[in-house]
């Protein structure tokens, strides 16, 4: 991969994975979390999401046909799931649930829908797949994609462990405010998404 290749791919992931945008999303999804447990939860969410990006960049889409299912199906799957939890961004169900396990189990978004699909959604799993394609049997070509994904995830990492200084900056009524503004962008999102896979098997 020349250094062209490199920069290209890494503009590419950086762009669909977006972890500028991805930050105010995991304030938000873990608003009122201790600075460490937010630690813990931003980077189990990374490496899943790693995990996730490794074994579609290894298997390619032999990994979907396997399974019987096609991109445009994972679109909209993703898009539904992200769908239910803007919706609990927008009444603030997820403060309410908190309360109600206080004395049980506390919720965990690490998994979902941070690692997926929000970081490892169906766009960089799509483009980790587009990008591992044309090392054509090359594993230093295909090390080096790898290479840039985790790069990228790194930026993500970094980003989440600025969350607790800006959400002290804008304190519960600031946070409260842009919870429900990323619930609407979050909602909008998932439609978009829903609708990407539908036009991808039906473009007319």
Do not use: C
Not at 41 to 59: C, E, K, M, Q, S
Not at 143 to 156: D, S
């Amino acid at each position: 991969m020349t250094q062209a290749e490199a920069i290209t791919a890494f503009v590419a992931l950086f762009v669909v994975i977006d972890p500028v945008g991805l930050a105010p999303l995991f304030i938000a999804l873990t608003r009122g979390a201790a600075p460490r447990v937010r630690f813990i939860i931003g980077a189990r969410a990374v490496a899943v999401a790693a995990a996730l990006l490794l074994l579609f960049g290894l298997a390619g889409e032999s990994v979907l046909e396997f399974l019987g299912i096609s991109l445009p199906a994972f679109q909209i799957a993703g898009g539904i799931l992200l769908f239910l939890t803007a919706l609990d961004m927008l009444f603030d169900r997820r403060t309410k649930r908190r309360e109600d396990q206080a004395h049980t189990l506390e919720e965990d978004p690490s998994i979902f829908p941070l690692a997926m699909p929000l970081i490892a959604g169906p766009g960089a799993i799509a483009t980790v797949i587009l990008l591992s394609g044309q090392a054509q049997g090359d594993p230093l070509y295909l090390a080096q994609v790898m290479g840039v994904a985790a790069a990228v995830l790194g930026v993500v990492l970094l980003l989440f462990s600025l969350a607790s200084p800006v959400e002290r900056l804008l304190g519960p009524t600031g946070i409260n405010v842009v919870t429900r503004l990323l619930g609407m962008l979050l909602a909008a999102l998932s439609v978009q998404f829903v609708l990407n896979g539908i036009l991808a098997i039906w473009p007319n």
